[in-house]
């Protein structure tokens, strides 16, 4: 299949802007305030972490949600600690002591005593967006009101320099306490997110968010300079591995819904050439059937690139078969698998057996 390059897919977006513009609805199309442009950071030096240096890559079933009840345990030995930035640092300045990340940190070295326990590994997803504090938020301009379906609120400029440097900030600190911390495996990036952490998604099936975004300043050029930077901050941390959530990307055109999947890819490879084994590549809604499409492609990219890869799967009401979708992650090449809600309805057996499927990452 001839796919179009993100170049060209650039040139279809401002050809279809023109022809709007024409058309009389040039209002709706311009920013009510100068666009940002953007300094891109100083460059990261240096070569990537080598996997040797690296703690291992998460391996198995992960609880999405914290630590797994006492009778899975052993079979899902894995699980997330799900933390809101303004709750770990709700002013400027040092982090807030015994958060969320600490305590997981205590109740993994708990299940690590039980014997025959496989060592426990957390993932932190950090949560910005609509959950950054209101300081944040605050930076560059003030926050931007964003809608996904039914979910509301409003996020900071996150394109912008004066966020980025505060989200570089957060993530050096938390790099400084938990890099070296053994149960500590991995941390996603985030810096570009609205709702979810997934840093491509632009909630473009919303007509008000794109244009609020553009009223706000935003425009291609400065998104996609945010997303490498979140990359590139990856080397912040040396020891610890750096999860990113990709999705075909949301090219924010108000009153059009257009996806790049072709940049998505770029980015992947951008993750990996910068950071090599310590970058983790993720997707967040596997499902059986699996998505086609863009989807289909993104995927096939994925497992093209290889390990270390981890997938969320879809919500239970949305998933389709719960074990077709593990044995799918398998065949895709995933050694990690975050489980949805409600996987207890499955007997700790058959888990058991599709967390023995999952490859160990090599890298």
């Known amino acids: 299949m001839d796919r179009m390059g993100a170049a060209g897919r650039l040139l279809v977006v401002a050809a279809l802007v023109t022809l709007v ?3 009389g609805d040039s209002h709706a199309l311009q920013p009510t305030v100068a666009p940002a442009t953007p300094t891109p950071f100083p460059t990261i ?30 079979v ?11 709750d770990i640092q709700p002013q400027p300045g040092p982090l807030v002591g015994n958060n ?13 005593t039980v014997a025959g326990q496989p060592p426990v590994g957390i993932k932190i997803r950090l949560y910005t967006g609509v959950y950054a504090p209101s300081w944040a938020k605050a930076l ?29 900030d957060v993530w050096t600190r938390l790099a400084q306490k938990y890099d070296s911390v ?38 291609l050029d400065a998104d996609r300079t945010c997303i490498t930077q979140e990359i590139d901050l990856g080397s912040v941390w040396h020891k610890t591995r750096i999860g990113m959530a990709f999705n075909p990307y949301e090219d924010v055109v108000p009153g059009l819904h257009l996806t790049d999947e ?54 239970l009401s949305r998933i389709g078969d719960l074990t077709e979708t593990l044995n799918w992650a398998v065949t895709a090449g995933a050694s990690a698998v975050e489980l949805p ?22 890298t």
């Open 21 to 23: 513009t024409a058309c």
């Open 45 to 74: 030096s240096g070569s990537p972490t080598p996997a040797s240096d690296l703690k291992p890559a998460i391996h198995g079933l992960v609880d999405r949600d914290g630590p797994p009840s006492a009778a899975y345990q052993g």
């Open 76 to 86: 899902v030995n894995n699980f997330v600690v799900n933390v809101h930035w303004s």
């Open 100 to 112: 969320a990340i600490d305590q997981a940190i205590t109740e993994a070295r708990q299940m690590n």
């Open 140 to 168: 560059g301009g003030g926050p931007v009101a964003v809608a996904a379906g039914s979910l509301t609120g409003t996020v900071g400029r996150f394109w912008t320099n004066a966020f980025g440097s505060a989200y570089a």
């Open 182 to 219: 053994p149960e500590i495996r991995e941390i996603t990036v985030s810096r570009c997110m609205t709702f979810y952490a997934e840093t491509l998604i632009r909630d473009t099936s919303d007509p008000t968010t794109g244009q609020n975004l553009i009223n706000a300043g935003f425009s």
């Open 262 to 315: 072709a940049f998505t890819e770029q980015m992947m490879q951008y993750c990996r050439t910068k950071l090599g084994p310590q970058c983790v590549l993720e997707n967040n809604s596997i499902r059986f059937p699996p998505q086609a499409g863009m989807y289909a492609l993104m995927y096939a990219a994925i497992t093209r690139l290889g390990a270390p890869i981890s997938f969320q799967t879809a919500t």
């Open 341 to 362: 809600a409600g996987y207890t309805a499955l007997p700790v057996s058959t888990l058991g057996g599709l967390a023995a499927a999952l490859p160990v990452s090599a």
